[in-house]
């Protein structure tokens, strides 16, 4: 997982700001299911507590977390499907 390297290229982006836990995770998990194996997918939260929902999300679904990145009171994640 890297905060500083470029980002990567989404195929798919959620719009989650505004949503508490677990609305952003739910949305992600739906828009997974619209990409193929390889396609990554960006979610923008401002949900605190949303870095570590997504971490916890990436190892349980075996999706891959590529990027994190924060911005002000802002975050993309960035979740390859497996």
Not at 61 to 67: D, I, K, W
Request: glycine share 6%.
């Amino acid at each position: 997982m890297s905060t500083t390297a470029p980002s990567p290229s989404a195929d798919k982006e959620v719009d989650a700001r505004g949503l508490n836990c677990p609305l952003p995770i739910l949305r992600a998990k739906k828009a997974l299911t619209d990409l193929t194996s390889g396609q990554v997918l960006r979610v923008i939260s401002t949900d605190p507590g949303s870095q570590r929902d997504f971490t916890a999300f990436a190892r349980q679904t075996g999706n891959e977390l590529v990027a994190v990145e924060q911005g002000d009171r802002e975050w993309s994640f960035y979740l390859r499907r497996r």
